[in-house]
């Protein structure tokens, strides 16, 4: 069973057990309140026949009890049973049942006044001083003499009983006829207050298991081999959940981060060795298409080249290892030495020119008396040299030209690298360096340039790393022409630049 039902239950079964205990406490305590009421009514009945059944005996008046008991009778539906007992003679009214609940009382009967008798003496003198003074707060006799009080008190009369009987299911009826309004609404009320505990219950088990449930559904998908996962963080981010979601989410997007670095390493060292073996390629069918004599005298040339195309390649596994590692930054370890720009054109169109012959394009050299030099490592030199190279020669038409140019002074290197041809849309030149993009595909017609879409985005990150910029001009089916432009000094000093010269 999954957490939220089961926190439901649990809970669900906690407020129905305290709303239907507090109910029933409720309802007891009623029932017993009410019956507290009754019985009190019928104590008030029973003092009422004690008394005038008393009254009724001390003025020698039996029937004044007797009648007063019908009258009860009649006045009140519960009272069956009326009986009175006085010196061993018992009179009754109905009929006694074990049905009946029974109510007495001991009555006594006043006994008659009380006489004191007062024998005075005279004294010494033979004159009587004797004093009596009566008022309202008592009598007062003063005897100056001897004096004898005889007291003559009245025998004791025989006292009565009264005993009343009640039914049991009139009482009962009367109890519950105001018992079951106050149930309807103490059952109303239990009823409201369950429910608002059941819907606040629901609404608590989704605020606490919803994130949990997100997460569990998340980590299903991440085994599955969803990677770009992210659970949305609860209103409560300071607590256990918010701080789990977080980590959960920094969890996922580390290994995105992790998986996507080896994709790009593995596609980077893809497009890193079909750059030179495209050259390679270029040579081996111009040989196999006797476009270059064996034996002649730049055969040795055309070797060497092939070899440094293959040493490139060679080379490219553990450089593009090194690019990615850094994410675009400089390599630390990296070689800083001085460059010569015009050495690296020259060794990159030395190997794409077997391609550009194949493909009918004209490359148009670099001036011979032309140098420029920089500071800086050279893979990611040659990397943004190789790269804007091939895919100016390999998007150029038939007949069309390849042009480079590089120009410098005290502080920093401009190159750029143009070619006629279909030239790029405006929408979509920003997004030229993107991974995997491939722009003109639709002027591409029938004819699909190969490639992977991952030579200008290697360009740019190589840009970035050596802390130039690139921008790229264009206009549709005129030109295309990508400028980079790099400092001079940014990985050494001048003086270390001199020295190493």
Known sequence: MKIRPKYQLI???LIISVV???????????RKALRAQAMQRLEVVMEGAARVTKESFDSRDRLMAFSY????????????????????????????????????RNISRNSGPVRYTVSAYPSASGKPQSSLQVSTAGILLQVSGRAMVNVDTPAEQPGMLVRLGFLRGTIDEDVNRVLVPLMGRTAAIAGFFLTLGLLVNAWVARLLTGPLEALAQA???????????????????????????????????????????????LHTLTHEINTPLSGLKGYLELWQDSKIPQGTANSGEVLGTMMAAVLRM???????????????????????????????????LTIYMPIALANGVKVTPLHKNFTASIMAPEEPVRQIVNNLLLNAIKYTPSGGEVSAHIAENYNEVTFHVRNTGPGIPPAHIPLLFTKFYRAGRENEGKTK???????????????????????????VDKFTLFQVKLPKWKNAAVEDFRRLL
Not at 20 to 30: E, L, N, R
Not at 79 to 92: D, E, H, I, P, Q
Not at 224 to 245: C, N, Y
């Open 69 to 104: 008991l019908m009258f009860l009778q009649k006045s009140c539906p519960e009272l069956a049973f009326a009986s009175v007992s006085y010196g061993g003679r018992t009179n009754k009214l109905g009929k006694e049942s074990e049905q009946l609940l029974y109510l007495e």
């Open 219 to 265: 980590a299903g998908l991440l085994a599955a081999g969803r990677m770009d996962i992210s659970v949305p963080v609860p209103v409560r981010s300071r607590d256990e959940l918010g701080t789990l979601t977080s980590s959960f989410n920094s969890m996922t997007g580390r290994v995105n981060e992790l998986l996507q670095s080896r994709e790009d390493i």
């Open 449 to 475: 340039i190969p490639g992977t879409g991952l030579g200008l985005s290697i360009v740019q990150k190589a840009v970035t790393s050596l802390g130039g910029t690139i921008w790229v001009e264009s206009q």
């Open 11 to 13: 809970t669900a079964a």
């Open 20 to 30: 239907v205990s507090i109910a029933s406490t409720v309802m007891h305590s009623q």
């Open 314 to 348: 060679e080379n490219s596994l553990g450089n593009a290892l090194k690019l990615f590692a850094g994410e675009g930054k400089q390599q630390e370890g990296a070689e800083v030495k001085p460059l010569l720009i015009d050495r690296i054109f020259k060794d990159a």
